[in-house]
């Protein structure tokens, strides 16, 4: 079965893509970006546009602004969004039992702070350097470690790490936020 889950039909990729419109319809709503919204509204501005087009949550999402967007799996989904706060937004629809998957990271106010930009575009940079890496014979090794270095370069870029941080890791002991590759190489394989 886990050989045939990764080959689609016509059929399943236009119900996949379905999905995905239906996202990003949702996600064009002009009612999830703006301050005073709390969590909850954003989440149920999806829900509407999911149900009235007959589609579901493709898992259960994460609307998360301010400090909570620093929670991993945070599912409250219940505080005030602020001017100059970011909103993460982990949600995306299902339809036909095909499920399609975002996360965005969107300004509150509509507009990013002059920091916020930095962060998003070396964010943006590594993302795209990673999809053009993306070449046969590759391994999720290979991928991971190329993705840590553009993010540990990325980092030491915006000062928030120094270079003498990064060459002090050990596998074992991370100093850094960014992991060293042989540790991560210990731990399930994944893409970046």
């Known amino acids: 079965m886990h050989e045939l889950r990764s080959v689609k039909s016509q059929y399943e990729i236009d119900a996949i893509q379905a999905a995905c419109d239906l996202t990003g319809k949702a996600l064009s709503a002009p009612e999830i970006s703006k301050p005073g919204v709390n969590e ?9 546009e999911f149900i009235r087009h007959k589609g579901v ?15 991993l799996h945070y599912g409250q989904n219940d505080q005030v969004c602020k001017k100059g706060d970011l909103l993460l937004l982990d949600v995306a629809a299902g339809r036909g039992n095909y499920m399609s998957d975002l996360t965005r990271t969107i300004p509150v106010s509509g507009k990013f702070t002059r920091r916020q930009k930095q962060v998003y575009n070396a964010v943006l940079r590594v993302f795209r350097a990673q999809v053009a890496a993306l070449t046969p014979g590759k391994t999720t090794k ?5 993705c840590e270095e553009r993010i540990a370069k990325e980092c030491v870029d915006l000062g928030l790490l120094k270079m003498s941080q990064i060459k002090k890791q050990t596998p074992d002991s991370p100093r850094a936020p960014v992991l060293h590759a042989r540790r991560v190489a210990s731990h399930r394989p994944r893409c970046a």
């Open 57 to 71: 949550f493709a898992y259960p999402p994460i609307v998360a602004s301010g400090a909570n967007n620093n929670i």
């Open 142 to 146: 290979d991928l991971r470690t190329e």
């Open 40 to 48: 909850t509204e954003v989440e149920a501005v999806f829900a509407h």
